[in-house]
């Protein structure tokens, strides 16, 4: 049984209402899906609490998942738009959450060391992916989003599109903008 | 190929989605551009960043803490299974959750400004729909969807019996509708089917196809459905007949149209609401691409829908605490408890009556709401059912094809 079978499986057991298969479907995704909406939120708790409440919603609209797109693409639907809403409603109460940058010296980059960095290169790696996380918190959800979608969780355009319900060509320019805001905050 | 050009291209390069052509092209272009190859490693860095970012898995527990919480809701369910049971029934109905703003029949015609409804829907247009509404977007695309709902429609169609009301009610329908549908013969279950055939032979139904629909409680009698269903096919045929002076779905290219669109039929058939919902799709599948409504709003609509929204909140809250009905079947409970609630919260004997009426699902002879489904595609194609409204009749269709099997 490949993995998809397996999944249509665990999908049909979990609309009888078994909660080892949901579990299992939790277990499968809870990462991938996790990563992304702390990717998206940049705070490690609200990423968790929002985590749970997608796969809640999912659990609870499960009979409404009809195969069109992967599981995993309509939990990552669920979860943008959860993230959304979350932070459009945590807006006030996070008002500090863009602090200014500390523009600095220019950094390497947070690339992988070669090999066995030493502490410095591995503090200057850790400093870089902080600025680097700084900035995204920085930039319109839109544009966050996008480079998410992109370059965190690897969809194409057109399944960005899907996803986020507009076109291949409003994708595009959002992620050029994206990108060049993002760099624009970070040299 | 300029540097302005080129930028956009290297970045579609980079992310491996330049076609081959466009490849060469940007190739040749960096060949002799030195900024642009100096561009080009600069966006290379820059996803390098953010791919090289750590992954942060979930944290510790995670998937327990889940299971748990699933598993409260799960045992919350079984406690009210009653719950379950009324849920499902009322997903058989697919009753919209907007219901409650569709009971009011039009008091009168001199504010016919055309509102725009709510912005809420009107943002489904745009590629920032607010993303509470989501999920509830996805469900009620998959209630358009289901072939099990559209089977379940040809349930509230009229029984014979229920003749004599049939033609009773015909003469509370406006003149021009009796005249359009035909003799009282016609009219009923058999009416019915005739729009239905209509509806799937007559070119002139690419356009829009309508019709509206009872929520057939199960404790309601027989004649009321008839009526309802009697008073659906008047308003397919009276909506069939004026649907060339709508503009061409080919023609409908923005929210404002498909807003004069939903003006200009409301007008014509004197409904207080028209729901419109755009979908695309091929060989009867359909995707809802956007929805409308258009709405004449008037005091006693104003204090109704007050009532009926306080009515249905109170109730969704209390579900959601309770059990583990999907969003959809939980916000149809909700909306019918809150219809049965409503004539008692309203004062006036009048307006209890038409609540009455046009909550519990004993409508008027003719229907307050209209559902539109445009679909633009070829004028032939099959398109499937339309909404299902309270205060109103049924319309057999074709299911829809589950894109899925």
Redesign the interface.
Known sequence: MNDATDEAVLIQRCRRGDNDAFGMLVRRHQDGLFNGIYRMVGDYHDAADIAQDVFLKAFRAIDSFRGGASFYTWLYRIAVNTCISRRRSLAARKANLHVPLDTGDDAPGCDPPASQPGPQQQAQSREDCERLEQALGCLPEDYRIAIVLKDIQGYKYAEMAALLGCSVGTVKSRLFRARETLRGILE | MNCNNA??FI??HL?G?LPPAATRELQQHLAQCEACRIEMQ??Q???????????????EG??E???R???A??SS?SRNRWLRRYGAMAASIAVFLVAGVMFVKTQSTDSGSCLPCQARRQNEFT??????D??QR??EI?RL?SPARSKALPNALAPPQAAQQNAAASDQAPQGALAKAGAPSEIGGKAEAITTHEAETDPALGLAKAGAQTAPLEAEPPAATARASKAGAIANRELLADAAALPSPDAIVSAADVNAAAAQVAEVLGRHCVNVTIGAGADGSMTVIGRLAHLQKDAAYEKQRKSYDDARTSVLAELRKSS?????RAGEYAGREARRALPEADAEKSKQETIDRGLRGRPAADPLLINILIVPQPARAAVPAVEADPGAAVMEAKPAE???D
Do not use: C, W, Y
């Not at chain 2, 390098?48 to 750590?54: D, I």
């Not at chain 2, 590629?127 to 509470?132: K, M, S």
């Open positions: 930028r956009q970045m579609e992310d989605e600069r966006q860095r820059l996803i390098g960043r953010v791919k090289s970012l750590p992954h942060e898995p979930a944290p995670f998937a803490a889940l299971a919480a699933a598993a809701e799960s369910a590629d920032d729909a607010p993303p509470a989501e999920l996805e469900l998959d969807d583990s009905l999907t969003l959809q589950d894109p899925n």
